[in-house]
């Protein structure tokens, strides 16, 4: 089964600093591997997806990551932080994705900026 | 266009009783897929329902358990509440019968006292 791993449970950067949020994964197959932001008392918004396609992805708010099979890992970063990026970040991978729809997630990354 | 929304927001119960929550995806969507998240065991998936199936079903007591309706509205019942039952319950819909973005709800806190 695929598993996912957040290195640190808390990161804390200045405001305008490169955020760097790191993830790596288990996947016997080749996997679709996601990021959420989750903010206080809400549900989980997606940042950016991997399917395959282009290693670099791409996401909102200046997020992106690197998939990169080699270290099994897709890390997320951002070259400025802000202080609206405050959240807590989970990357995700697809288990089974030939079944359908099952998402095994990271303990999550608790993102802290300082002014 | 709509997101998926959760209702109740918030649900209080005591142990022993049980509780139905209930998911509208969003519209065109028919996959719909229920996570609990609590703080000691993070985010853990349930079950998903895809045209009114159940076709994933993670590693939950048979006490959870779920359905789907021909409009794609979702509900999930926990009977026989117990005190670790108490988390955030989260709803998402997907569009595609394969891996595609889940759509997250914001959730049903519900407690169990």
């Known amino acids: 089964a695929q598993s996912v791993t957040q290195l640190g449970s808390h990161v804390s950067v200045s405001e305008g600093a490169l955020v760097l949020l790191r993830c790596n994964y288990s996947?016997?197959?080749?996997?679709?591997l996601f990021w959420y932001v989750q903010y206080p008392n809400q549900g989980l918004q997606l940042l950016l997806k991997?399917?395959?396609?282009?290693?670099l992805v791409k996401g909102i708010n200046g997020f992106e990551a690197e998939f990169k099979k080699s270290e099994t890992s897709f890390h997320l970063t951002k070259p400025s932080a802000h202080m609206s990026d405050a959240a807590e970040y989970f990357c995700a991978v697809s288990d089974r994705p030939e079944y359908g729809n099952k998402l095994v997630f990271g303990a999550g990354t608790i993102l802290r900026v300082k002014s | 266009k709509a997101g998926v929304t959760q209702t109740p927001r918030y649900l209080i119960k005591t142990r022993g009783q049980q509780v139905t929550l209930s998911c509208s995806p969003i519209?065109?969507?028919?996959?719909v897929s229920w996570y609990q998240q609590t703080p000691g065991q993070g985010l853990q998936f349930l079950f998903e329902?895809?045209?009114?199936?159940?076709?994933n079903k993670g590693n939950f007591p048979g006490r959870f358990s779920g359905r789907q309706f021909s409009n794609s509205r979702s509900e999930m019942n926990v009977s026989t509440l117990e005190l670790g039952d108490s988390a955030l319950y989260l709803c998402?819909?997907?569009?595609?019968?394969?891996?595609?973005?889940?759509?997250f709800g914001p959730g049903t806190r519900l407690t169990v006292l």
């Open positions: 998402a819909s997907s569009l595609a019968t394969r891996v595609d973005t889940q759509y």
């Open positions: 329902y895809f045209s009114e199936t159940q076709r």
């Open positions: 991997y399917t395959s396609a282009a290693t």
């Open positions: 996947s016997s197959v080749p996997p679709y």
């Open positions: 519209s065109g969507h028919r996959s």
